[in-house]
């Protein structure tokens, strides 16, 4: 499988804070069949300003710590990045990282109570650029939560949609749970991811969501949440 939400990085935003700590994280994944990880740490979103380099640079150093401690998982650059203005110029000069640093997926947040408006345009104009946006955690957006056909018109327009792993499990709350499940009967999920910060908080682990996930669209299409779909795009190539 592979994560492509972790927040797995150390000392750059709100997941660990040590090397070690990264580590027992990557563990935990690798023993969950988790093979690759994507490390998208928040950027631009006012309080974390990862920056492009410190990113890749910190993910040498946490694969090489990860060899020497034979654990057998690969961390991709990445990052999670908010709404703003010049968000294309800011990926063409390499200002914020794409999935695996490959210029054609970013992984979106957008603010959790409302949706701004121009979204869909802004959307849009991504994807007249080459970029195409994945909204982050859709299930943990109220507006969605409360609007589930807003998911729709902005997948329409072009964006894709991931989930968090206890979003589909119901460890997150119902109401997540609820969202998560209608995105997924009406297939408008293209990623399940962990979005893990802790041990404690979200932990790397994906198995028990692929197992919800497979009650509902069945044992293949819930696998390419985490396998095929992911793979595609680590390798910039579309999804369908
Ligand atoms: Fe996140």
């Not at 054609?104 to 408006?117: R, T």
């Not at 195409?132 to 894709?160: C, D, M, W, Y």
Request: glycine share 6%; charged share 25%; hydrophobic share 40%.
């Amino acid at each position: 499988m592979i994560d492509i939400h972790a927040h797995i990085l150390p000392s750059l935003d709100d997941g660990p804070e040590t090397i070690e700590e990264s580590v027992e994280l990557c563990k935990v994944a690798a023993n969950d069949g988790i093979k690759r990880i994507v490390a998208t740490p928040h950027s631009k979103d006012g309080v974390y300003e990862a920056k492009s380099d410190k990113i890749l640079e910190t993910v040498n150093v946490l694969n090489l710590k990860l060899k020497e401690n034979q654990i057998d998982i690969e961390v991709l650059p990445g990052s999670e990045i908010h709404i703003h203005e010049g968000l294309v110029e800011s990926i063409e000069s390499g200002e914020v990282l794409t999935i695996n640093n490959s210029g054609k997926f970013i992984l979106f947040e957008l603010p959790f109570v409302f949706i701004p408006p121009g979204t869909d345009k802004f959307i849009f104009n991504l994807k007249i650029n080459g970029i195409v946006p994945i909204i982050a955690h859709a299930e943990r957006i109220s507006a969605f939560q409360k609007n589930t056909e807003l998911v729709r018109q902005l997948v329409k327009i072009g964006a894709l949609v991931q989930v968090n792993a206890p979003g589909l499990t119901g460890q997150a709350g119902p109401r997540e749970r609820k969202c998560a499940e209608w995105l997924l009967k009406n297939r408008l999920v293209h990623f399940i991811a962990s979005d893990v910060h802790s041990l404690s908080g979200r932990p790397p682990i994906l198995s028990k969501a692929v197992e919800c996930a497979a009650r509902i669209v069945g044992e293949e299409e819930a696998r390419a949440l985490v396998c095929h779909n992911p793979e595609q795009i680590i390798n910039g190539l579309d999804i369908r």
